[in-house]
């Protein structure tokens, strides 16, 4: 009864453990690191032609060069999945500048290459209150 009592004590302690690991583990992630974890999401997205997974990665606060919001880039970018322009999407994020000041980052230089050739994009994002940082603007040139 006595062991019983004891496993359990100690199961029940490396489950309180883990679950506050769990909890406390995104907290050590720096910024960085977090807005690195978008490019690598809207990256997947991209590649993929998963529109779900790319507009994941971007707040609902966006707004285009032409005045429109996510749903219109996200209708946008389903064009372009459809007529092919994003065929054989490429993204190097790896070179990718990022600057981040409080609340609001930059991203310059993700460099998009595919089928129908090669643009760079500038990004900027905003930590959102579920702590994720998400794209508000984008700018290709």
């Known amino acids: 009864m006595m062991r019983k009592r004891a496993f359990y004590g100690l199961l029940t302690g490396v489950l309180v453990l883990?679950?506050?690991g769990c909890a406390t583990t995104r907290q050590g992630i720096s910024d960085d690191e977090l807005i690195r974890e978008t490019l690598a999401t809207w990256k997947s997205g991209l590649e993929s032609h998963d529109l779900d997974v790319l507009m994941s990665t971007i707040s609902e606060d966006f707004v285009s060069d032409e005045g429109g919001g996510k749903a219109d880039f996200r209708e946008y970018v389903a064009g372009l999945f459809d007529d092919g322009t994003?065929?054989?999407?490429?993204?190097?994020?790896?070179?990718?500048?990022?600057?981040?000041e409080e609340e609001m980052a930059t991203v310059e230089n993700a460099g998009l290459s595919g089928d129908r050739g090669s643009v760079l994009l500038d990004m900027d994002l905003?930590?959102?209150d579920d702590g994720v940082w998400r794209i508000v603007g984008l700018q290709a040139y």
């Open 126 to 128: 905003k930590k959102e």
């Open 18 to 20: 883990c679950v506050c």
């Open 86 to 100: 994003l065929s054989g999407a490429k993204m190097d994020i790896d070179s990718a500048r990022v600057t981040i």
